[in-house]
């Protein structure tokens, strides 16, 4: 038996199980659903939007004053969400499968008592997994408006920028690409984890290089699927942050899940470099049944 095989099998094992993380992240409520590619906070739209403009044909406008009595109490009491009135949620959770909902709590915005760092995500719900999913706030927003049966209050009420919508259209095929590499990778992963487990048992140098070659394969589709969802959320936050930011929008990219999806690739990359040493060894003439070379190589 090939005892240095079993780092690579750990590592494949890892880089499987880590890749599954990232593709099911948050594809249902309560599972790692802070994994996000980005975050979308819309808990301030409504409240900037208030300060704005006061004209009472808006009907956003008449809705909150009627739910609050008046336009000025929102304002001055700096109700912690007026977009939780609207039936808004405070943010929106982007992950490959769906997005996920929730509230700030205690509050969505940092104060002298409060501490950013106190403020957790409250998960309420997630939407329907889809193969493909991208991300549309638009009509999604315009949904939870809608649903929240307060007549005709529209998004576009909220000013809310098309340049926003144009930007994330664009990266539409993008998101979509990253979850056809995920699967792939998968895949490619899981087979690295066979091979590498009968690369336990046969010792010759071609099933080392069989293993590399498919581990170079794997590494190569984790690296890109890593490589695109890193792109797409530095981009779409870029977006979103530039022309949001006048309606009270914000969006900052989920480091939690760029880390998994990288560290998933450089665990690919390592056992691609274990067996390449293998094959290597093997090459300079070193018998494969010669233990105690073998013996000499890092472990796991
Ligand atoms: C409303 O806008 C003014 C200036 O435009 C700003 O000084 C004030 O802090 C804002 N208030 C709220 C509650 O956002
Ligand atoms: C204001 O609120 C009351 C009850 O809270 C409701 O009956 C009424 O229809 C509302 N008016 C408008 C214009 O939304
Ligand atoms: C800070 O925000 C929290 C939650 O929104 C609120 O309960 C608290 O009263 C605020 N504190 C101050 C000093 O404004
Ligand atoms: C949410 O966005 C608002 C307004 O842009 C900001 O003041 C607040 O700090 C953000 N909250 C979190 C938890 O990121
Ligand atoms: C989170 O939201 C649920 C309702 O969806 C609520 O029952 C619960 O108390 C909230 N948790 C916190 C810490 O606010």
Known sequence: MRISAVAPVLLCVAALVLSFLCLFAGSKRGFIDDYSILTLNTSRIGASFLNASHSSSNPLISFVDNATNSVENAINQDISSVARTLGIHDFYNVHILDFCEGYYTPGPVPNATLRRSQIRQN????????????????????????????????????????????????????????????????????????????????EDRLSAFVNVLVDWLAFLAIGLASAIATAVAVKAVDVINTYGNQIGAQASTGSKFLVLTWVATAVMLVSSIVWCFECIVGRKGIGPRSRKDYANEPQF
């Open 123 to 202: 998960v309420t719900s997630c939407s329907k997994r889809t193969a493909m999913y991208s991300f549309d706030p638009r009509s999604t927003l315009q949904q939870e408006l809608s649903a929240s049966g307060h007549g005709n209050v529209a998004l576009s009420d909220l000013n809310w920028p098309s340049d926003v919508d144009r930007g994330l259209h664009a990266l539409a095929i993008a998101q979509k690409a990253t979850f056809v590499l995920y699967c792939v990778a998968i895949a490619l992963v899981g087979v690295a984890t066979l091979l590498a487990l009968a690369g336990l048992f046969a």
